[in-house]
């Protein structure tokens, strides 16, 4: 009855997504995160700011009533970005959080999934690594609220890409084929494209450095000698993979950090570190972000932001369902005394249903 990988959450699910939803919502705004709710669908033209992969993933249609295009969001992200921009306009910081489905053409995951559902936080108004680390530690704290064990950070930087983009001074073309080789680990294709190019051993040797490095431990000194000096882009991502690493590392001593050089981002608007987080036998992150300067100059105001998102479905999965009360069947009460006795006793945290003749 429904469309393939469009799914629905019965009561046991349902009672656990939403347990974990007003958890996170009730944790972050101990960290000054407030919470907004945007629409489910916007104008196109304001939806789909500052990635081509969102224009894909996008479900379009035409507004009845003024005859313009609009879209069902695909990511929330964005409409944070509006919001600071137009509705919030400030010069200090501002924290927001949220926690809503999103609709989207493919699933983008493992798990045949389209309509997901996302929380998370979003920090404007910090230019600084400070501003990156804020929003980790936030989502570390997150995860060890729900106990969860052996998950792994993976933190990276696009100025490595972009640092490669400005060195080889790749084209349009030449730059969505580096992001597909180094997001799918397609070694195959980037001898392919370098071989056809006058720059093709230094280019290919340093891709290839990029993804032949395993996940690392926090010691930069190969990737240093390779590439720092070299732009101001690689340097500053150095610079920040450093601090932002040294730092997690006192503030969560038993939490397992990895950097990842060939890290790219999923929409194309990321600007500085970003990171995601993995379970131990998972193959989808739990969650995602990164930084994201500028992403709000569509909407006439660029800031700096950093924020993240988490799959709350994806979540609930390493998490244990929640006990319900046993459910205690009466008769339809026939007082106000009777109604009222019951609702005392509901108060104090039984589950109490009436029973009809039909039942």
């Given at each position: ?12 699910n ?23 709710i ?25 507004d009845?009533q ?24 400030t ?39 400070s ?22 950070l ?12 400005e ?17 799918g ?22 891709v ?17 000698e ?19 690493f ?50 709000g ?63």
């Open positions: 009855m429904l469309p393939e990988d469009i799914i629905e959450l019965l009561p046991d349902a009672a656990l997504v939403e347990k974990v939803r007003r958890e996170f919502l009730d944790n972050v705004a101990t960290w000054g995160y407030q919470l907004v945007p629409p489910l669908a916007e104008f196109l033209d304001s939806l789909l700011a500052g990635s081509e992969n969102l224009d894909l993933q996008t479900f379009k249609i035409t009845q003024s005859g313009r295009m609009m879209g069902v969001r695909a990511d929330i992200t964005p409409q944070i970005a509006r919001i600071d921009a137009h509705r919030l306009p010069d200090e910081v501002s924290r927001f959080a949220y926690c809503g489905e999103v609709l989207r053409t493919r699933s983008e995951s493992i798990q045949p999934r389209r309509n997901p559902l996302i929380a998370g936080a979003e920090l404007y108004g910090v230019p600084a690594v501003g990156d680390i804020e929003i980790m530690a936030l989502l570390l704290d997150c995860i060890e609220q729900f106990a969860i064990t052996d998950s792994v993976d933190i990276g930087h696009s100025g490595i890409f972009s640092g490669l983009v060195v080889y001074q790749l084209n349009g073309e030449q730059r969505r084929q580096l992001k597909s080789a180094l997001s680990l397609k070694r195959p294709e980037i001898a392919l494209w370098a071989e056809s190019t006058a720059y093709s051993s230094n280019y290919l040797e340093d290839q450095f990029l993804l032949d490095s395993p996940l690392n431990d926090g010691d930069l000194k190969a990737f240093k390779r590439f720092y000096h070299r732009h101001p882009l690689f340097n500053r991502a150095i610079d920040e993979l450093e601090i932002a040294s730092t997690l590392s006192k503030f969560f001593p038993q939490q397992d950090l990895k950097i990842d050089f060939a890290s790219v981002g999923n929409y194309g608007y990321h600007s500085g570190l970003l990171f995601a987080l993995y379970a131990e036998g998972h193959y989808d992150a739990i969650a995602r972000g990164g930084r994201y300067d500028g992403l100059e569509v909407y006439g105001r660029a800031r700096a932001a950093t924020g993240f998102s988490i799959d709350l479905l994806t979540l609930c999965q390493l998490l244990t369902p929640v006990s319900t009360p046993c459910l205690e069947m009466t008769p339809l009460p026939q007082t106000a005394e009777a109604f009222a006795e019951i609702k005392r006793q509901r108060c104090q945290g039984k589950a109490i249903g009436f029973q009809h003749r039909d039942e």
